[in-house]
T-cell receptor, first 120, second 113 residues
Framework: AQKITQTQPGMFVQEKEAVTLDCTYD???????LFWYKQPSSGEMIFLIY??????QNATEGRYSLNFQKARKSANLVISASQLGDSAMYFC?????????????????FGKGTHLIIQP | KAGVTQTPRYLIKTRGQQVTLSCSPI?????VSWYQQTPGQGLQFLFE???????NKGNFPGRFSGRQFSNSRSEMNVSTLELGDSALYLC????????????FGPGTRLTVL
């Protein structure tokens, strides 16, 4: 079973509109983290936002917010007021483990990504 | 603070050769992880090094290896290259404690002919 599922291979959105990118995950660990990364055509992976499994509040970073629904195992990314520069691939990812021991967690498991195109 | 740097940015090799990629983490970061990105398989975790020791490993053959130096810089080596090794290789660094955020470098694009 896939650990990270992104069901939207591609999306077209009008500039200045809000956009929601879907992500569901599967884990039996209690301690995990959910991440969103943006990858422009240049290839570099840019960190956007993080949500820890024990965080009760949804994470926000500027125009980015993460809609975390733990019971549903979903971690959707919301981009408010989209801009032309937001056009890119967006990846949802998860790290499992780590706990409170201070040891490291597992490597990131990525979804297949959503190709977002912002239209003027 | 300077970001994660990777060298070289582009490489062209032929089948059977070996290649070494280098990664310098963000200052103060002790963990370096490597990922392979291909159109067919997507992004896959190769391995993680922390304090010069391999701490985690993905599901890749032994041709893929790495090491980390005392200054946290890391190298990744691929021996006996195959056509399927053509990919974007991304390095990421983090503090190395718990479920911390990994910050990525620009990647090395390897083409195997």
């Amino acid at each position: 079973a896939q650990k990270i599922t992104q069901t939207q291979p591609g999306m077209f959105v009008q500039e200045k509109e809000a956009v929601t990118l879907d992500c569901t995950y599967d884990t039996s660990d209690q301690s995990y983290g959910l991440f969103w990364y943006k990858q422009p055509s240049s290839g570099e992976m840019i960190f956007l936002i993080y949500q820890g499994s024990y965080d009760e509040q949804n994470a926000t970073e500027g125009r980015y917010s993460l809609n975390f629904q733990k019971a549903r195992k979903s971690a959707n990314l919301v981009i408010s007021a989209s801009q032309l520069g937001d056009s890119a691939m967006y990846f949802c990812a998860m790290r499992e483990g780590g706990g409170y021991s201070g040891g490291g967690a597992d490597g990131l498991t990525f979804g297949k990504g959503t190709h977002l195109i912002i239209q003027p | 603070k300077a970001g994660v740097t990777q060298t070289p940015r582009y490489l062209i090799k032929t089948r059977g050769q070996q290649v070494t990629l280098s990664c310098s983490p963000i200052s103060g970061h002790r963990s370096v992880s490597w990922y392979q990105q291909t159109p067919g398989q997507g992004l896959q975790f190769l391995f993680e090094y922390f304090s010069e020791t391999q701490r985690n490993k993905g599901n890749f053959p032994g041709r893929f290896s790495g090491r980390q130096f005392s200054n946290s810089r890391s190298e990744m080596n691929v021996s006996t290259l195959e056509l399927g090794d053509s990919a974007l290789y991304l390095c990421a660094s983090s503090l190395g404690t718990g479920v911390d955020t990994q910050y990525f470098g620009p990647g090395t694009r390897l083409t195997v002919l």
